[in-house]
């Protein structure tokens, strides 16, 4: 039959695994903004009315070389070859300020800029020795081509004086202006389909990047550097933080996250195991990667219970943790989530159905079965007071074990 793939229904085929699943528009919209956005934002305001702080032009001449050595740190440490490639560039950035930033090395900078941010918010993590180090290459070969102008212009420049036509309003000349509307687009649309820290991050820094070019005023400037920097560390700090308490695969919180959340749990407070039921046959009849669109979907339904938090426990297995709901609300909504999953029909399909005009053709044909289905079996516990959270999951799990002796496709509560 050859390769199986999993058709589900509208929302439930994809799950993006570096963001939490069922976010609202409204959520998402904030995730865009924090905290890499009110990053910049900070900068921005401190940009506009810093002049009128004591010292503030003292400071801002060292901002940027503590946030590029902070972050430096920070890639060489977590191996973060896209953090490192940009803070190259913002680097040359900074130079371009203390140099004297020459209106005719504008254009060339702002390339830069756009080639090795989007590379940044588009690309994969590979490390330090990653095709990142040639991207910051070629970036500092195109800044490095105008070097000499340094020399012959004085500081500050008069950007918006001396451009011209429809992008006047951006105070870059045109191809400066075409590459960095370029990288808004493509890094918001990277920070959207792949909800990454550092895509939104380098969103940000091109943001703070495109002001420090313009503005007229050092301090100024050498802030929005400094801003810019701050964006790509926050961004590369939220993407490390993800990778650590969300699960790869669901998007769901792990069980790191779990066992901290765990810690916090006041008594009285129910807590679910649940457990797919017969999924390593199932794994093993249909391959892994049907597999994954079965947990998948297992954590989607779960994501969609009211009042609970779901995790990514291990495996096949989840667990649900109800913050003020009593626990027969708790167990009413639990059997709903059971029947959910029950209730979630999908069809495999083979994979080597021919592509092009006569795929579509040959759709019903492909199928294989009726519908298929899989279930779960949920044991839930009460916390007690002083109970320890691993006492607690145990309960929880044995309950679970007894669900599935019983017969599975059921939920227990723990009687202990």
């Given at each position: 039959?050859?390769?199986?793939?999993?058709?589900?229904?509208?929302?439930?085929?994809?799950?993006?695994?570096?963001?939490?699943?069922?976010?609202?528009?409204?959520?998402?919209?904030?995730?865009?903004?924090?905290?890499?956005?009110?990053?910049?934002?900070?900068?921005?305001?401190?940009?506009?009315?810093?002049a009128?702080?004591?010292?503030?032009?003292?400071?801002?001449?060292?901002?940027?070389?503590?946030?590029?050595?902070?972050?430096?740190?920070?890639?060489?440490?977590?191996?973060?070859?896209?953090?490192?490639?940009?803070?190259v560039?913002?680097?040359t950035?900074?130079?371009?300020?203390?140099?004297?930033?020459?209106?005719?090395?504008?254009?060339?900078?702002?390339?830069?800029?756009?080639?090795?941010?989007?590379?940044?918010?588009?690309?994969?993590?590979?490390?330090?020795?990653?095709w990142?180090?040639?991207?910051?290459?070629?970036?500092?070969?195109?800044?490095?081509?105008?070097?000499?102008?340094?020399a012959?212009?004085?500081?500050?420049?008069?950007?918006?004086?001396?451009?011209?036509?429809?992008?006047?309003w951006?105070?870059?000349?045109?191809?400066?202006?075409?590459?960095?509307?370029?990288?808004?687009?493509?890094?918001?649309?990277?920070?959207?389909?792949?909800?990454?820290?550092?895509?939104?991050?380098?969103?940000?820094?091109?943001?703070?990047?495109?002001?420090?070019?313009?503005?007229?005023?050092?301090?100024?400037?050498?802030?929005?550097?400094a801003?810019?920097?701050?964006?790509?560390?926050?961004?590369?700090?939220?993407?490390?933080?993800?990778?650590?308490?969300r699960?790869?695969?669901?998007?769901?919180?792990?069980?790191?996250?779990?066992?901290?959340?765990?810690?916090?749990?006041?008594?009285?407070?129910?807590?679910?195991?649940?457990?797919?039921?017969?999924?390593?046959?199932?794994?093993?009849?249909?391959?892994?990667?049907?597999?994954?669109?079965?947990?998948?979907?297992v954590?989607?339904?779960?994501?969609?219970?009211?009042?609970?938090?779901?995790?990514?426990?291990?495996?096949?297995?989840?667990?649900?943790?109800?913050?003020?709901?009593?626990?027969?609300?708790?167990?009413?909504?639990?059997?709903?989530?059971?029947g959910?999953?029950?209730a979630?029909?999908?069809?495999?399909?083979?994979?080597?159905r021919?592509?092009?005009?006569?795929g579509?053709?040959?759709?019903a044909?492909?199928?294989?079965?009726?519908?298929?289905?899989?279930?779960?079996?949920?044991?839930?516990?009460?916390?007690?007071?002083?109970?320890?959270?691993?006492?607690?999951?145990?309960?929880?799990?044995?309950?679970?074990?007894?669900a599935k002796?019983?017969?599975?496709?059921?939920?227990?509560?723990?009687?202990?």
């Open positions: 039959m050859g390769s199986v793939h999993l058709g589900f229904p509208r929302y439930l085929a994809v799950s993006r695994a570096s963001e939490p699943i069922l976010q609202t528009p409204l959520s998402r919209a904030l995730s865009l903004v924090v905290p890499e956005g009110l990053v910049v934002l900070a900068a921005v305001l401190l940009a506009r009315f810093g009128s702080i004591t010292g503030f032009a003292q400071v801002a001449e060292w901002l940027p070389a503590i946030l590029l050595l902070a972050g430096l740190a920070i890639s060489w440490r977590f191996g973060r070859g896209r953090l490192f490639a940009a803070l560039l913002l680097a950035l900074w130079g371009w300020v203390l140099g004297g930033s020459p209106f005719e090395l504008t254009p060339i900078l702002a390339a830069a800029l756009a080639v090795v941010l989007i590379s940044a918010g588009w690309a994969r993590e590979r490390g330090l020795r990653g990142y180090m040639a991207t910051t290459l070629v970036g500092l070969l195109l800044v490095g081509t105008g070097l000499g102008l340094l012959t212009v004085s500081y500050p420049a008069t950007a918006a004086a001396s451009t011209t036509g429809p992008f006047a951006t105070g870059l000349p045109e191809w400066g202006a075409i590459a960095l509307l370029v990288a808004v687009v493509a890094l918001l649309a990277a920070s959207v389909v792949r909800a990454d820290g550092v895509a939104q991050g380098a969103l940000w820094a091109t943001v703070a990047g495109w002001g420090a070019l313009v503005i007229d005023e050092r301090a100024g400037a050498l802030t929005l550097v801003g810019a920097m701050a964006a790509m560390v926050a961004g590369t700090l939220e993407s490390i933080y993800s990778a650590a308490y699960d790869a695969l669901t998007g769901l919180p792990s069980r790191r996250a779990l066992d901290e959340r765990l810690d916090t749990l006041p008594p009285g407070v129910i807590v679910a195991m649940i457990d797919v039921d017969h999924f390593k046959q199932f794994n093993d009849t249909h391959g892994h990667d049907t597999g994954d669109q079965v947990l998948r979907l954590a989607w339904r779960l994501a969609e219970v009211p009042g609970a938090e779901a995790f990514r426990y291990g495996g096949e297995e989840f667990t649900l943790v109800f913050g003020g709901k009593s626990p027969v609300e708790a167990v009413t909504l639990l059997e709903a989530a059971r959910a999953v029950a979630s029909k999908f069809m495999i399909r083979s994979g080597d021919p592509k092009g005009k006569g579509k053709a040959k759709r044909r492909d199928r294989v079965g009726h519908g298929l289905s899989v279930t779960v079996s949920i044991g839930a516990a009460l916390r007690k007071e002083g109970e320890h959270p691993a006492a607690l999951l145990k309960r929880a799990d044995e309950a679970l074990y007894a002796e019983a017969g599975r496709d059921r939920v227990l509560v723990s009687k202990g």
